[in-house]
Nanobody, 119 residues
Framework: QVQLVESGGGLVQAGGSLKLSCAAS????????MAWFRRVPGKEREFVAS????????YYGDSVKGRFTISRDNAKNAVYLQMNSLKLEDTAIYYC????????????WGQGTQVTVSS
């Protein structure tokens, strides 16, 4: 059974930092891209960042460019999201996503981790 388990979410003040981690099991993702999405209840899911299978290419949503950094460790079958200069509008549930392309993301999803940015 494939599982993606996010961790590292929590409550942080505006301007602060958090690092999210996503640990994969049941399948290796060394040949797949990995990504982070986020969702605010009542709103559309938003693309945050993605990283190629080797880590050589990264892509970011416009709202997080210059503040967030995605990385991966294929030896650990994991992907990370370093979030700096957090803003109130970054408050959301963050989801790890990986695998072969499916729809507007990839096949496998984690259950999400809550990030709350306070003033």
């Amino acid at each position: 059974q494939v599982q993606l388990v996010e961790s590292g979410g929590g409550l942080v003040q505006a301007g602060g930092s958090l690092k999210l981690s996503c640990a994969a099991s049941g399948r290796t993702f060394t040949t797949d891209a990995m990504a982070w999405f986020r969702r605010v209840p009542g709103k559309e899911r938003e693309f945050v960042a993605s990283i190629s299978r080797t880590g050589s290419s990264t892509y970011y949503g416009d709202s997080v460019k210059g503040r967030f950094t995605i990385s991966r460790d294929n030896a650990k079958n994991a992907v990370y999201l370093q979030m700096n200069s957090l803003k109130l509008e970054d408050t959301a549930i963050y989801y790890c996503n990986a695998g072969p392309p499916s729809g507007d993301g990839y096949k496998f999803w984690g259950q999400g981790t809550q990030v709350t940015v306070s003033s």
